[in-house]
């Protein structure tokens, strides 16, 4: 049997920056043939750029270009604090708009690669993955798909897709790989030694919380946008160990970079150190990663 490769994107906002420069980089050196494609919230955008055939370099510049109209803050006259009580800071059109320039009215049926793509249903309280190889999503757009994945909570409001209330991937998996890995070994039946995983990241934080911290209230002890990153950056990283105990540490290659203080999900002023960010791990992983997409 051939190789079977599997390309994942975690989640975590303008921080996708770092893996759409990883990939740009990637695109540029080597041949890419992967054959299934999973992204969570911003790896959603990624991940289907890559089954739409996208240019990488585009999407770098998208996310430069688009992340201030996206992340800009609704009106509101009140208190900064009371909006964020009361509504979600940014308006889901906008990033629909934006999105829709990239992707058109493409639907999940015309999409030739498998592709997954993951979301929440809220109210049922059960992971909602996309497929584009389930006839059951034939009909869905993919420009709306993504945005539900992408539904942040705190950040934009849940979207009704089918009637089903969605939100963001990352709540249920926001690193997809070892969902693809199921799929992989159920759906297309590949044996478990022949699949490989180029698993990107979106920042492992090392730094969140300290011994020195006297009192553990929401806002000031755990803070609690802090958490919700912590949360899904640790999750990320137990799903890599998980992964790696079930396919070996030869069959799965994880790029990603550790930083002592949160890159915020909405904090697009960071565009050009993400891309930094990208370009040393990059460089520290060129060969490597050559190696490894070799079939």
């Known amino acids: 049997m051939s190789k079977f490769f599997i390309l994942s994107f975690d989640g975590g906002g303008i921080r996708g920056t770092f893996a759409a420069r990883i990939m740009e980089h990637i695109q540029k050196s080597n041949n890419l043939q992967f054959d299934l494609i999973c992204g969570t919230s911003t790896g959603a955008i990624l991940a289907s750029a890559y089954a739409y055939k996208l240019d990488f370099t585009h999407m770098v510049q998208l996310y430069k270009q688009a992340a201030s109209t996206i992340f800009k803050k609704r009106f509101f006259l009140g208190p900064p604090l009371l909006q964020k009580a009361v509504v979600s800071p940014y308006d889901s059109n906008r990033l629909q708009a934006v999105l829709r320039s990239v992707f058109g009215h493409t639907k999940f049926k015309d999409i030739k690669i498998p592709l997954l793509i993951t979301a929440t249903n809220i109210e049922h309280s059960t992971p909602f993955i996309f497929k584009s190889y389930n ?32 939100a963001d991937g990352g709540l249920c998996i926001n690193n997809p790989s070892c969902y693809a890995l199921g799929e992989a070994i159920e759906y297309f039946n590949i044996n478990t030694k022949d699949i490989y995983v180029l698993s990107i990241g979106s920042g492992h934080f090392t730094k969140c919380y300290d011994k020195n911290i006297s009192s553990w209230g929401v806002l000031n002890g755990w803070k609690s946008r802090t958490l919700v990153e912590f949360i899904s950056s640790l999750q990320s990283e137990t799903t890599y160990l998980n992964l790696t105990k079930i396919l070996g540490s030869d069959n799965i290659l994880r790029l990603n970079y550790d930083h002592d203080t949160i890159i915020k999900t909405d904090d697009f002023a960071s565009n050009d150190h993400l891309i930094e960010l990208a370009d040393r791990c990059y460089a520290c992983y060129q060969d490597k990663i050559n190696k490894f997409l070799t079939r």
């Open 135 to 166: 006839k059951q999503f034939d009909n869905i757009l993919l420009y709306k798909a993504i945005s539900a994945s992408c539904a942040a909570p705190t950040y934009f409001d849940p979207i009704n897709i089918d009637n089903n209330l969605l």
